[in-house]
């Protein structure tokens, strides 16, 4: 694809707030984190056939390590079952077809759980094989708000619709790439192995605008129920407690 597709300008600004903030040095212990977060699911889920024998308390541990899921775990688990969830994750992570048709058929698996199931299929794909594939939550792209963290690093004229999930996530996938390779030649997702240090970063540029939002908004008695920057960024990420 031609063009500009990061906005080098607000991506830099956005790392320049965090670092007045944070230090570099935090940022790449939650690097570090997710490096762990990695070989936790690897570890639970990396093999063929593997989801479909764990037993509940595992698919807990799961659901527990990802933000949008970890309080509705355990709901999420009576609804769907232990053996159904598992038979999707392994379907999602080593099934055939394309990983769009993988996708959207994990979506259907969570149908009824449309908000905290956004992030879940991504976070399974992302955080299994890391190397090979990438993340998309909410909070780095709601297609239906049309707002997050990529949006806010990238140009307006690239366009991160697609018409279903599964085409969304390649989508999503082209812009992170991007985000990834410009920011490591300029030096703002040099922040952890792999797209780790992206995973960081985008986190670090959605607590900025979340607390600028929140600022303009809200009074400081609210301010100061909302986690400081490295707290929410581990939140986000699903790190703060880990689990696997």
């Known amino acids: ?17 965090t670092l007045e903030t944070v230090t570099r040095d935090e940022l790449l212990s939650v690097a570090a984190l997710l490096d762990a977060k990695a070989a936790g699911f690897a570890a639970l889920l990396g093999s063929p056939g593997q ?10 541990r799961v659901l527990r390590s990802i933000f949008a899921t970890r309080r509705k775990a355990d709901a999420i688990l009576d609804d769907v079952g232990p053996a159904r ?20 058929a994990f979506d259907a698996v969570l149908a009824a759980y449309p908000e905290q199931g956004f992030d879940v299929p991504s976070e399974l794909l992302h955080f299994t094989a890391p190397d090979r594939w990438w993340l998309w939550t909410r909070w780095m792209w709601d297609p239906r708000a049309g707002t997050g963290s990529l949006a806010l690093v990238t140009t307006e ?13 390649l989508r999503v996938g082209e812009a992170m ?10 030096g703002f997702t040099d922040l952890g192995s792999g797209m780790f240090g992206t995973d960081v970063f985008l986190a670090c540029v959605y607590s900025v605008y979340m607390y600028t939002v929140l600022r ?29």
């Open 85 to 104: 969830l598992g038979a999707a994750i392994d379907d999602l992570l080593h099934g055939d077809g394309l990983v769009t048709e993988r996708f959207n």
């Open 1 to 17: 694809m031609g063009g500009q597709v990061v906005d080098t300008q607000s991506a830099s600004e956005f790392m320049r707030e």
């Open 51 to 60: 989801a479909r024998q764990l037993p509940r308390e595992d698919l807990r």
């Open 157 to 169: 004229d690239f366009d991160l619709d697609g018409p279903d999930r599964g085409e969304g996530y």
């Open 216 to 244: 303009l908004r809200m009074t400081q008695e609210f301010n100061r129920i909302v986690p400081e920057l490295p707290d929410l960024v581990r939140r986000l990420l699903g790190v703060y407690r880990p689990e696997v």
């Open 177 to 186: 790439a991007f985000v990834n390779e410009t920011g490591k030649a300029v």
